[in-house]
């Protein structure tokens, strides 16, 4: 075996005085997704080098087994530095190593199992969060925080709904709060131009560019009044019909976080009607000028989940479903209502 990965089981092999073969273990390792391995076992299969290194030390015989320590705090060490080599040492040979296209290329496989193993479980071991999952979520917490956009993760629906279902459960948002989505990939800069930065950063910063709708004249519309030239309500309904209320609810939370950009010029207001297995969206928004400004339709992703109409204030029909969805009237249109988000 030549690959690196399988260094680390064949050396506590031979630290025990085994040899690794098929027949005596019943291991057999293939790759899967790149460099993962799997290790099959008698109750099912393990995948990754140091958890299949960590198996077959355990599953040597003898009582005493030097390799995993002599107590409770030996072995907390060594599962200590075992995590500090992998993710201090070797992850960042490997981004030195390795050009950064790579590095794409294999998260996109790593994603895609990932996201077949998803299509049909909601966590990761049981039905309910456990350390696997919390593991998980803290490093795909920094994948969605800093370098994966939509246009990225939207490949990986079921990696996307697992994510949003996970940092909204309380024990996640108290500690993380309100998590977005970055809308792009930061360059990566040479050591000359960081140094270039240092040397001008007495320099006056460069006025912020403005939000085309700051520039609008100020609008005297009152309560009472509603001024058409100026604004436009709009009416909205996802196009698709789900059949998890957590999953659907999820969805709604991440198109909403992903609009912060719009959040000092819009009021919107949306209604998770229905039961399962069918549950829907509808809801009610307001914007500044006579249509939708095109860049909240480009910077927002999400929108095409929705179909858009806009309001004809002169419809009693629509100035009637106006009211019903600010009001959050229950049953709407004859439906559950089973959850109102203001934004």
């Known amino acids: 075996m030549a690959n690196l990965k399988c260094y680390q089981s064949l050396f506590f092999s031979c630290y025990q005085s085994a040899q690794p073969k098929p027949r ?21 299969s393990v995948f990754e080098s140091n958890v299949i290194a960590f198996y077959i030390a355990r599953s040597m015989e003898g009582t005493s087994n030097p390799l995993l320590g002599s107590s409770l705090y030996e072995l907390g060490l060594i599962k200590q530095w075992i995590i500090f080599s992998s993710s201090k040492v070797k992850a960042n040979i490997c981004r030195w190593l390795y050009p950064r296209l790579v590095a794409i290329m294999n998260l996109k496989r790593a994603l895609t199992t990932l996201d077949s193993y998803l299509s049909s479980n909601t966590y990761l071991v049981r039905d309910c969060v456990t350390l696997a999952d919390i593991i998980m979520t803290c490093d795909l917490f920094r994948g969605f925080n800093f370098l994966l956009t939509k246009s990225f993760t939207e490949k990986f629906p079921n990696v996307e709904r697992y994510f949003w279902i996970v940092v909204k459960l309380p024990e996640f948002s108290s500690e993380l709060g309100r998590v977005i989505q970055t809308v792009i990939v930061p360059e990566v800069q040479s050591a000359r131009s960081l140094k270039r930065k240092v040397q001008v950063h007495d320099e006056a910063p460069k006025p912020k560019a403005k939000n085309p709708l700051d520039m609008l004249p100020p609008i005297t519309m009152i309560l009472d009044e509603y001024d058409p030239e100026g604004y436009s309500l709009w009416l909205c309904h996802n196009k698709y019909s789900e059949d998890n209320l957590v999953s659907l609810k999820s969805k709604v939370d991440g198109f909403l976080q992903r609009i912060e950009l719009v959040h000092d010029y819009n009021f919107g207001k949306m209604l998770i009607i229905g039961k399962e297995p069918n549950v829907k969206v509808t809801g009610l928004w307001l914007f500044r000028r006579k249509e939708i400004p095109q860049f909240f339709m480009d910077g927002s992703y999400g929108m095409e989940s929705y179909d858009w109409v806009k309001v004809d204030i002169f419809d009693d029909c629509q100035k009637e ?23």
């Open 24 to 44: 005596n273990f019943i291991y057999l390792f293939f790759i899967i997704v790149c460099l993962i391995h799997v290790l099959h076992t008698p109750k099912g």
């Open 321 to 343: 479903r106006v009211n019903q969805i600010f009001k959050g009237q229950n049953p709407f249109e004859g439906e559950a209502l089973l959850e109102a988000k203001i934004f």
